[in-house]
């Protein structure tokens, strides 16, 4: 038996407490989330509903529990220090400290280390705490990326041509990032594809999940706004249909020196997950950004698939013995797509704003997997909040497959809802094997 803490209330730590619960070693789950998941509900013995900042409370409830382990899903906690504060009781966690979880929450960190440890895969970079030198470094670049230096929950990301097409535009921005965070960080901009590579790190090994491709914009064809996540895919042969294996194996390399120059810098052993957002360039696989969790909706793409027992991944994290095991996932494809209301993304005038509090219907879904994420159960139904409301998972020997049980599963779900029908299709994955093609000179 293992009682094991899981803080965190989206379908990120949905996926994450089922694939605890399927462990051999019948774990008890305990959860703490900021609002009540009725899926993490129904697979916790008990729950505490409250702030991630409380860290007093999180511990008392931890202790209370006699929790052998916790598992942190968001970044907010991180960034809090729950790790260090839970620490501090005896109790280890999945999930790196305050002064590690920087990997994320501070950009410049991040591509400073590289920067020392001369890790590939950085851009042209600078760092800027005032407008001061701005002007002229934009003027090396051809195209360029701005970023806050902060958690901005994955939407404070501009890229030029995107969000914005002048060096006016770029200098205002900057102007108004850096009335709200310290620093500025802006890189030149890549063309590429993306992938994203979740590793689990011990502090000394690194071991990588299956690549995943993320589909941040919110309407069909790459459309709209940035958020969160629309859904993510992965293929059976675990790779991409753009990428060669060499560009998960650079990914990896890259993560692996990461770990090492923390623990050079730091004196600590990272122990958790290492996501790296990677983009495949005409020069090679380059760093995007880091994230100190799992991602959201990437996880549910990889934990379904899981052979290892997921127990024993977090017990080998945090005991440092991840060379000792081996981590396998099922030769399956994995379709996720996001149903949302319809509202989400969209400003608040907008006629579909209302729909983000609206009822809604899940029907008779068959053959996939569903996670929730910001919805609560009342007694008269499940009912949306402003942001996404379930993730759907299909699963199946083919992408094409996977992808028609997902489809088939969201067109069951009523109300007020939207999705991107085009997640995991063939015509989308087809403009991005052409891109690479365009990109790498093949065509």
Known sequence: MAYILL??????????????????????LFSCMKSNNPGIASLSEDILIGGYGDLEAIMRFAVSHAVDFAVIGPEDPLSNGIVDALNATGIPSVGPTKNLARLETSKSFT?????KYQIPGNPQFGVFSSLEGIETFIDELDGIVLKPDGLTGGKGVMVQGDHFHSKEEALALCRAILAEHPCVVIEEKFD?????????????????????QDHKRRFTGDRGPNTGGMGSYSLENHLLPFMEARDAEEGLAITRQVAEALRAETGEAYKGIMYGGFIITRDGVKLLEYN????????????????????????AIIGGT??????????????????VPKGYGLPKDHPDASSTSSKIDVGNVKDVRLYYSSVDRRAGGLYMTSSRAIGVVGIAGTLEEAEGRAERAVQSVTGPVDHRPDIGTKELIGTRIEHMKRVQGKR
């Open 292 to 315: 100190a969790r799992l991602g959201d909706p990437e996880a549910m793409n990889i934990l379904p698939i899981l052979k290892t027992d997921f127990v024993d991944v977090c017990r």
């Open 111 to 115: 591509r400073l280390l590289l920067q």
């Open 322 to 339: 991840l060379a000792n095991l081996s981590l396998e996932f099922e030769r399956q494809a994995t379709v996720c797509k996001y149903i």
């Open 7 to 28: 803080i965190g209330n989206g379908a990120r730590e949905h996926v994450i407490a089922e694939a605890l619960k399927r462990s051999r070693h019948n774990p008890t």
């Open 192 to 212: 590429g594809e993306e992938f994203s590579l979740q590793c689990f790190c011990d502090g000394a090994t690194v071991l990588a999940s299956p690549p995943v």
